[in-house]
């Protein structure tokens, strides 16, 4: 047994050595010949979020479960996945579970606290870590808490004030004898209104109560006990809808008590605004925002894969978004991402165009910070109408095999018609949209500049449909020594080819570390210039 496997490594070894002089010697035959040096264990990851509902089902009833996400990690692995975000698994009355009956547990329906267990260990295994969706906004309506206070006030005398003493529970909720606006509804049997601005089943949280902070700080405390190494904070803005300051510190708070229980707690807020809101709340000093200036289809990224803008406005708005993030936290992890669950699906947005989704996955893959995947984008999914089941179809993967395909959701149509194949077919299409996702993610994973280095423009390199970007990474090694290294990312957002004069001294020695062509074409480097198919993007570095 131990003579065997020394001779295996012996084997492994000489063929990694055959494979490297090959390598040298005729250059690599994949599109990536970057040394990869280090794997970076760091809050800098290519998530895939999940709506658990839709993804795999593992038990024939019909509804996705963890054991299902547990069984498709191979899967993502494979894709270059190495963060996953679960839309949220505690209890609930609704499908979606936006609404939280209790803070503690799994819904039956998505399986138990082992599976869960069971999943996280799973993913730890593979190096993919794994955020839960954080609902902090609002409960639901059955949520004992909310149950309690309103049994509390039925009880009350009438001109009675709420005594938090008696009923702590009063105190984690809005409640007021006026109706300030259409989002307060009447507390049944009582002159009382509650506050719930999405829903009235939805009552919002009053987050300035020390109690309720403290059931957050167990509720924290239980989940990080569990492995978690993260939260995705749901409607993190509005959490005090008339004071941006208050909202601004209820983030910092908790974010810096998980921070004191797992030293690498990663958090990403939701705050669906334009980037000045944004950056405001990158002044909670946690880590990641969603970029939603970047994302959806009137975003940055769509709108350059469909050359509406091009390289050099793509260029440009990834330089504004490092400048007004930055100046309220330097070490903002940026948050870009195509689409969501509650945004019309991408393949949507750009017609199903192919090489438009390809360039949207090649650019979104370049971005910095933390990337984020909705499932079944990597395979082109559709989705139908506005309405958010329709955002939320089950994972589409295979046509002939309907193990683990889940039921649509309540509300959502049948009649989708998918114009990409599934999965399965993709898998063994090399030239699919599938395969096109696991070059770009792989080209993001071997180059840790892509995602970390700060950006400038190299104004030579830009001419319109063509620019040039230059991303500088330092980093701190275990000497306490201070690495700096650089890559230089060039995109060609047009449909034509452009030559690239790369002769300025700046490039003197940089190599082709990788690149992305939505039609499979090479790019090489030839007399200090390449040729850029249309629709390409070329990373340089010295390799
Ligand atoms: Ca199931």
New binding site residues.
């Given amino acids: 047994m131990k003579l065997r496997f020394v001779i295996k490594r012996r084997l492994l070894s000489f063929l990694m050595l055959l494979s490297f002089m090959v390598g040298a010697v005729f250059g690599c035959g994949k599109n990536n010949n970057y040394k990869k040096t280090e794997i970076v264990d760091d809050n800098y990851r290519n998530y895939y979020e999940i709506f658990v509902h839709s993804f795999y ?9 963890l054991n ?1 996400v547990t069984q498709k990690l191979d899967y993502l692995s494979e894709l270059g996945i190495n963060g996953i975000w679960l839309m949220p698994i505690m209890p609930s009355t609704t499908y979606h579970k936006y609404d939280v009956i209790d803070y503690m547990d799994i819904d039956s ?1 998505y399986g138990t606290m082992d599976d869960f267990d069971n999943l996280v260990e799973e993913c730890h295994k593979r190096g993919i870590n794994i955020i839960i969706d954080m609902v902090m906004n609002h409960s639901s309506s059955q949520n004992e808490w909310f149950l309690e206070a309103c049994d509390y006030l039925r009880s009350l005398e009438d001109g009675s004030q709420i005594d938090e003493n008696v009923c702590p529970y009063a105190g984690y909720y809005n409640f007021s004898k006026e109706k300030k606006s259409d989002s307060w509804y009447q507390v049944e049997g009582t002159d009382w209104y509650y506050e719930a601005v999405f829903w009235s089943e939805m009552p919002d949280f009053n987050l300035e109560n020390d109690n309720l902070r403290k059931e957050f700080e167990k509720i924290s405390d239980f989940w990080i006990e569990h492995g978690i190494d993260g939260y995705r904070m749901d409607a993190a803005m509005h959490y005090e809808d008339d004071d941006q300051n208050a909202t601004i510190e209820i983030m910092n708070w908790i974010y810096n008590y998980c921070l004191s229980k797992e030293p690498d707690f990663y958090m990403v807020s939701e705050v669906w605004a334009n980037k000045a809101t944004i950056a405001a709340f990158y002044k909670s000093m946690t880590p990641s925002m969603f970029n939603f200036p970047a994302s959806g289809a009137e975003g940055t990224i769509e709108k350059a894969a469909r050359g509406q803008i091009n390289a050099e406005g793509l260029v440009n708005a990834m330089i504004d978004y490092q400048t007004i993030y930055s100046a309220s936290n330097e070490d903002y992890i940026d948050a870009p991402f195509l689409t969501n669950h509650d945004q019309v699906r991408v393949a949507n947005n750009l017609m199903s165009d192919e090489n438009d989704l390809k360039m949207a996955a090649g650019i979104l893959m370049t971005m910095s910070g933390s990337t984020f995947i909705y499932y079944g984008e990597e395979i082109g999914m559709k989705s139908k109408g506005s309405d958010d089941p329709n955002k939320r179809l089950p994972m589409n993967w295979s046509s002939t095999d309907t193990t683990g395909i889940c039921d649509l959701v309540e509300g959502a149509d049948s009649d989708v018609e998918q114009t990409f194949a599934p999965v399965d077919e993709q898998l063994i299409d090399e030239s699919s949209l599938l395969n096109f996702y696991k070059k770009a993610i792989e080209l993001r994973n071997s180059i840790p500049e892509i995602a970390r280095g700060t950006i400038s423009k190299l104004d030579d390199l830009c001419s319109g449909d063509v620019a040039g970007i230059k991303r500088t990474w330092t980093r701190e090694d275990e000497n306490g020594d201070f690495l700096t290294s650089s890559i230089v990312v060039i995109y060609n957002t047009s449909d034509e080819s452009k030559e690239v004069d790369l002769s300025s001294d700046e490039y003197d020695g940089l190599k082709i570390v990788g690149y992305l062509t939505v039609d499979d074409s090479n790019i090489v480097l030839d007399n200090d210039s390449i040729i850029m198919p249309g629709q390409s993007i070329c990373v340089l570095g010295n390799g």
């Fill in positions: 089902d593992s038990d024939g009833d019909g509804i996705g479960d299902g329906e």
